[in-house]
């Protein structure tokens, strides 16, 4: 995908319209082109040159976009960092990526200083909203640099991005994507719904630093899109942007649509506007994309599926199909398979790991040769770490994650199914479960569940008696305020099973 010359043609087509909505202040295609071109040339100026790391550490916001869209424009590498990260952090990722430049903003506990003094590659540190530190001004950059095109031709097979990444092992991979693979999620969306330049979109508080955020960014410039954005996830706020801008379109994780439907009031929202409601990151999310239909019936539910290694999404299933527990089907770009433990391939309705090869797939991950040769076939295809399944109409499934499995006196169990039948109960707000230590079976289900009131925890297992197999049915419960979730809003499981390692809480024993 070239950026710089999406900006061109939509900025041609509508200079005047509305690209960005942040905090009621309207941006215009005109003004993101202008100013991403000057930083584009700013960065040229003191030889940042195709594939050069740019580090951008700010909260959602308009300067991002043009960060990002800077950046884009010169044929740079772009390394997002999440705005929770620590120093410490920002400092890792900074080495690890060799970046040259720093996008960012003062933040309490950061000290621009000591990221200077401890990374030899960064040539410039540029600060957003207020000086400081020794750092260029960002005001300054807009206001004396030029916004013509930049002179540089883009190579689509050249590093586009590094996205850090934990996955489910906790430890952060970057993740190197090409210009090319940003064609990818576009493809997939335009493939499977059918949208124009009158869509307004929503981006919620989802962070640029997540695959899922830069997409808005994406499909905003692909069709000249407006849109609406929040520098974090308010779920009242979010619900009135909806009924406000008219919002046809958003996704989201399901811990967000949880929020959402436990606000006091919010079904008194007009969300009539909306034609599509998106969710990814969790199997168990059918059931609360069936209670936020209810504010929203003429909209599309839509379960689909993407990983950061695949330029996510890569899968949706189309408007219309009632089987809103599958992820859908792959985009034309995509190819996907299923397999067993050695390699050979699965049939229809069995179960095995996913294994995806085509436009979206990463080509590596940064300077890990090590951990990429684990995912990455010679031939080109990732294995995924999800248990997937195809029904005869090819629709995907995902049944959990193969790190997620626990394994009860050599039965195994998904916790992700285990979730799904909790999170059926009436007084269950969320759930996770993950596997503990038990001296018979080796380990067995334990559920954290936050309530919207007390439990009898005997009536609760004989709800799942009659949706579980006896082994799959957690044999301790533990009730808590909330769960522990990373920045994007998924359930942090690694998180979870450090508090269980550490907890003197006690547990009710099931069996």
Partial sequence: MNIKELLIKQTNACPDKTAIIFNDREISFMRVKDDSFKLANYFLSFGIKKEDKVAVFLSNSPETVISFLGTFSIGACLVPLDFMLTEEEIVHFINHSQAKVLVTQIKKGVSLSGIRSKCDSLEKIIVCYENGEGGCYWQDILENNSGAVPNVAIDEECSSSIFYTSGSTGHPKGVRLTYKNFDAPINCITHHLSLSNDDMLLCGGLPFSHLGGLDYILLMLYFAQTLV????????????????????????????????????????????????????????????????????????????????????????????????????????????????????????????????????????????????????????????????????????????????????????????????????????????????????RGEVPKAFIVAKEEIDVGQLKDFLKEKLTHFKIPHHFEFVIELPKNRVGKIDKQRLKQIQATSNKSQVSGF
């Fill in 229 to 440: 954005l929040m520098s974090k996830f308010h779920p009242l706020e979010f619900l009135k942007n909806i009924e406000k801008h008219k919002i046809t379109l958003f996704w989201t994780v399901p811990p967000m649509y949880i929020v959402v439907l436990s606000l006091k009031g919010y079904d008194k929202v007009d969300l009539s506007s909306l034609k599509y409601a998106v969710v990814f990151g969790a199997p168990s999310s059918p059931i609360l994309l069936r209670r936020f239909h209810q504010l929203c019936p003429n909209a599309h539910l839509i379960n689909g599926w993407g990983m950061t290694e695949t330029s996510a999404p890569n899968c949706f299933l189309p408007p219309g199909i009632e089987k809103i527990d599958s992820v859908g089907k792959f985009s034309p770009g995509m190819t996907a398979k299923i397999v067993d433990d050695e390699g050979n391939t699965r049939g229809v309705n069995q179960e095995g790991e996913l294994w995806v090869r085509g436009e979206g797939v990463m080509k590596e991950y940064y300077n890990a040769p090590e951990l990429t040769a684990e995912v990455l076939t010679s031939d080109g295809w990732l294995k995924t770490g999800d248990v997937a399944r195809f029904d005869d109409e090819g629709l995907c499934y995902i049944v959990g994650r193969k790190k997620d499995m626990i394994k009860v006196a050599g039965e195994v169990v998904f916790s992700s199914e285990v979730e799904e039948k909790i999170m059926r109960y009436p007084q269950v707000t969320e759930a996770a479960v993950i596997g503990v230590f038990d001296k018979l």
